[in-house]
């Protein structure tokens, strides 16, 4: 397996962040783009400018809804009409109305299960004039599978006693398209979670570092876990090498296809990231390449045995120096250079011996000019020895050594991507990536963002979901995400920024989603599909009464 083409030499160059853009999108500039935009927009059957339904349209679909419990066909056949008619005027406004798609990030919970209870959730999907939701199905070391029908390693979501049978995922995806959704299910990729990390029977799948930690034993980026609800402790992400840990995402991924989601999103394509110094990698023992799936491929990415034993001598120490170079040219006499795959061998010089100038001063002195004939009293010289080669430069093969090692990481999480994306492509199901559109970047010198995403290499017939989640305030570090990765992602990449957020008012340091928008789609008008994260940020009390709720 040769190691794919990647930009990890060239991020230095890709941090091009437009600065111009950036000062010019101040408050007052924002709040001049968005009330013209707001106001310009075309009416449709009461829906605002983002195909939000008008409150007595709410408010009747509710009442609709809630009547149609009783089990009474008039109110059912009543509650399905209103369903129909407002599924086709989200369709006609979102034709019209920029973005033509609009997305939420939506977990479901137990609780969900209660009659009516997925109705009322994606009626308010619906009435903020979304048309595609990303149901969460893989999250947290568990499945959105009914119990008695989930063949994965990974416990169900609803495991409640009498519910074995119930497929919360195969319903959201009915009822989503009964209202005119997209429904994606959205399912974490190297993160598997704190319940696998803990069978005994899958330790050699974990992905472990030089200092022989695994993600359960290091603290993530705490701003990350607080911001966007992940549990602390409970990242255990897999060496994507592993082909335990392969076989058993393939069913995890089987599973789901088999429900027919209308899309499927993968997120965690990527390591952990670390606390502060550690949020950047620069030397081998930060790299993820420590489980023994890894570091076997690695070895095996050498090209002789000098190679094979420099990359061991590497990973061990972390280092090389003259003695490991000068062993290894003794031990393989016969091979020139260590070499491993992408490695080019140097154009070595010979090194010309002390032994072999003084005979060739001996020469010299041994003649006479007048005659060019041997002096009778010089001794004839001595055999010249044969040159001894150069030895490979120390700190070139430590260099390509740090290079090989980050390639390998980095392949190691395309070549995941590629098969857990497999079993969608094959039933004709839209596939999308999610991922950081800083998380690719060189930092410093020789150093990388240690969760290593390479999302710039992900296949370009994929979507590109770009988490454009800044928080500074305004839109000067949201807009140039986005751009970013415009400028990055492979040509022909349908881009879909996700941002975070609130209608209608800013919420932990984000301006709202109106003005986030309408700040995309001045600096980026290419974009036409945008998401929200999250749904529970904009109904927090609901979110938090169906995350605890009792069946």
């Not at 007048?370 to 070139?396: E, F, H, S, V, Y």
């Not at 390639?407 to 995941?416: C, K, W």
Request: net charge positive; charged share 20%.
């Amino acid at each position: 397996m040769k190691i794919a083409p990647t930009r990890l030499a060239n991020f230095q160059h890709q941090r091009r962040f437009l600065s111009a853009v950036t000062a010019v999108l101040t408050s007052s500039f924002i709040s001049q783009l968005v009330w013209p935009f707001m106001g310009n927009q075309p009416a449709f059957a009461q829906t605002s400018a983002y195909c939000q339904l008008s409150p007595e349209q709410v408010n009747q679909k509710e009442d609709l809804r809630r009547a149609a419990l009783s089990g009474k066909r008039e109110s059912q056949q009543a509650y399905f009409a209103i369903l129909n008619k407002h599924a086709r005027e989200i369709a006609e406004c979102r034709q019209k109305t920029w973005p033509e798609t609009q997305a939420v990030w939506l977990r479901l919970y137990p609780c969900d299960v209660r009659p009516g209870e997925l109705d009322r959730v994606l009626d308010k999907v619906v009435n903020k004039g979304y048309n595609q939701v990303y149901v969460e199905v893989f999250y947290d070391g568990q499945v959105l599978l009914p119990a008695a029908d989930n063949p994965t390693v990974w416990p169900s979501v609803l495991r409640n006693r009498g519910y074995e049978k119930y497929d919360l995922l195969e319903k959201a995806i009915a009822k989503g398209k009964q209202r005119g959704l997209k429904v994606y299910a959205w399912l974490f990729t190297m993160n598997f979670g704190y319940s696998y990390a803990q069978r005994p029977d899958r330790q050699q799948t974990l992905a472990i570092n030089g200092k022989n930690q695994t993600s359960l034993t290091v603290s993530e980026y705490a701003a990350i876990n607080e911001d966007f609800g992940e549990v602390p402790g409970n990242q255990a992400f897999i060496d994507p090498y592993n082909p335990q840990a392969r076989q058993d995402y393939t069913l995890l991924v089987n599973q789901i296809v088999k429900r027919k989601p209308q899309g499927m999103l993968f997120d965690y394509i990527r390591y952990l990231r670390g606390i502060g110094p550690a949020s950047v990698a620069t030397k081998v023992q930060d790299l993820w390449i420590y489980g023994p799936a890894s570091q076997q491929v690695l070895l095996q990415r050498a090209s002789n045995q000098q190679g094979r034993d420099l990359i061991q001598r590497y990973l061990t120490k972390g280092f090389i120096n003259t003695t490991d170079v000068q062993a290894l040219v003794k031990q393989y006499p016969t091979e020139r250079e260590p070499l491993w795959q992408g490695r080019i061998p140097q154009a070595m010089s010979v090194a010309t011996s002390p032994s072999r100038t003084q005979n060739a001063v001996s020469r010299t002195a041994s003649t006479t000019p007048a005659t060019n004939k041997p002096n009778p009293t010089t001794p004839t010289p001595k055999p010249t020895p044969t040159p001894t080669p150069r030895l490979p430069d120390t700190g070139i093969l430590q260099k390509d050594l740090w290079k090989l090692s980050v390639a390998h990481a980095v392949q190691g999480i395309l070549d995941f991507l590629g098969i857990a994306i497999q079993p969608a492509q094959r039933m004709g199901i839209p596939v999308g990536a999610v991922f950081f559109p800083t998380a690719n970047q060189a930092i410093n010198q020789g150093g990388y963002d240690s969760r290593l995403q390479p999302w710039d290499t992900f296949p370009a017939a994929i979507e590109f979901h770009a988490m454009s989640y800044g928080n500074c305030g305004d839109v000067s570090c949201i807009v140039p995400q986005v751009q970013r990765t415009l400028s990055l992602a492979p040509a022909g990449a349908k881009i879909i920024p996700a941002i975070a957020g609130d209608w209608g008012k800013p919420l932990k340091n984000r301006p709202s989603l109106e003005i986030q928008m309408a700040a995309i789609r001045s600096a980026t008008p290419q974009i036409n599909a945008v998401s929200h994260f999250a749904f529970g940020w904009q109904e927090p009390e609901d979110e938090r009464a169906r995350q605890t709720c009792r069946l």
